[in-house]
């Protein structure tokens, strides 16, 4: 059931450079919300910008949703100007979020999750739920451009998970993308466990997720960040293409399994 | 209570109020946010005899207060439409409007034909005026519209007129030199009504990308431009107007009927706040009671009389 509400800011802070983190007080939306899945929030009551802008759930607590969001244009710009106190106008649960459930019989895989930059906004939630689920990640890989804009490395350790960091400029972990640290590290892998990877980000690093793994016959889920309309399945602005034809980031998405998407 | 109802053409809507094609889906994806049954009447997302892909990517862009976009008809066709999409649209019991769109006058026929045949429709709306399919027919792949030829617009009217009974809605293009002229065409080969309007001929640019956005303007952009449309026309034609361009909230809309729209269409706000029809129709009854109007149609065309 999509509902629209008009969510409480009762934090919205800065944590470094671009990156915000607000947190939003919502009776009804945070029930039930699934990893993966997004809220469609309209920062302006003006026309400028016109639409609404579509942001992960990095985390859930009880009525408490909070949004992990970095400055790029104007919409997130205006988000960033909030105060605790004002109201959001919110429009969610949206999308299919990531499937965590193993088919019957299915053994369980070894699970990697794979963000760069603000990439890792939806897996902080996914983490605690597969940890939920009995499906404990074996690793989480975190990019960032430098040392001091690497996110959540505190949450996930909190969570017991094992991190790994690149860095652009090596000023911590292994020096490079995100993706070089996941050839680095699947080479040292048994090619025969079967591999999970979710991941969140451009759709080109989904392609070098997927030629990178190719041996492990990875299964990979990526959370697609493209522009959206509605953010319900009407205007049909979202497509992408896959193997079976257009498909709504919005709607069956924006998790898609990455091997359908040409 | 003030009567909001209107009758367009054959249509007897509840209050004037109907959504634009294409930016409403099938109604069912607004399932959980109003309540469907208030609204006057829905107006599908363009459908065509057989399944149509749409265009590729980039199909939506923002601009100043405005949307371009390029969707390019995508749907499922005729078939699955009235497989899959029509019986949850009966079942809300409102008018259901179907916009359709056809590649030449034979397919045109066609579609009408089969609709025509459907009790569950009550309307069709001709969608003449679609600004995102390039012509096979032409060299050097212009968008031509039928609502920019009013022989073609008149044409096309009359050959459907013939096929069917059901209220028969031609949508109409801003890209023209005089949009009077198209309407009066639709008039004259027995369209029961005009719809004003589908979007402009728009560009802009993604730097970030490097490329053009070609596409149709809609949004708060548009609106002095579709309202202006709609003040010609209702001078010029007796039959009634659903009057579309950037309607945003009851200001808009009562504009938009005091200067002849019978009743009216919103698109793109509808992105913006999916609860905007329902606003609006609690404003324009809120409206004429404050007002003591007891009846809505006293206030379309109003601003032609004073
Ligand atoms: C399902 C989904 C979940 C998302 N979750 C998050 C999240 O948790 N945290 C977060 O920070 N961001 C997230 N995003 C991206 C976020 O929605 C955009 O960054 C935001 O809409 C940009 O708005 P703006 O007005 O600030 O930028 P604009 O002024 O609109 O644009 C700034 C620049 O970014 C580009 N751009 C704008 N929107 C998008 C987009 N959706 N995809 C790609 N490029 C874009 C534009 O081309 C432009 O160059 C998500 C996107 C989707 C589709
Ligand atoms: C995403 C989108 C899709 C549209 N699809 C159609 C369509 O399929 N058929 C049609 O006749 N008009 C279509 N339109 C045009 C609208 O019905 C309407 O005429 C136009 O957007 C102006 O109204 P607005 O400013 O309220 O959106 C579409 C508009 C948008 C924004």
Redesign the interface.
Known sequence: ????EKAKILANLKIIDKYYKVVLFSSQIAKGIQPGQFVMI?VTET??????RPFSIHRVKRKKIEILYEVVGRGTKILSEKRPGEYL?I?GPLGNGFDINLKSGEQKPKILLVAGGIGVAPLLFLAEQLIIHTLRPSAILLGAKTKRQILCEKEFKELGLDVKISTDDGSKGFKGKVTDLLRDFLSTANTQQRVTIYTCGPRKMFREISLISKEHKASIFGSLG??L?????????????TKR??KRVCKEGPVFDIDEIV | MPNLSVNVGKLRLKNPLTVASGVFGWGEEFKDLIDLKKIGAITTKTITLKPKEGNPQPRIFETASGLLNSIGLENPGLDIFVKEKLSFLKEIRIPVIVSIWANDLEEFVELTKRLNRIRDIDGIELNLSCPNIKSSKTKDQRVRLIAQDPKATKRTVKAIRRVTSKALIAKLSPNVTDITELAESAEDAGADAVSLINTFFGLAMDWEKQTLITGGLSGPAIKPLALRAVYEVYKSVEIPIIGTGGIMNTTDALEFIMCGATAIGIGTANLVNPKITIEVIDGLRNYLKNRKIADIKELIGSFHHS
Not at chain 1, 1 to 4: R, V
Not at chain 1, 47 to 52: F, N, V
């Open positions: 059931m999509i509902i629209q309209r026309t400028e910008p016109l639409l609404r106008d429009l493209e522009y309309g509605c953010g319900v399945g009407a205007c049909l602005g979202c497509v992408v293409k034809g257009f």
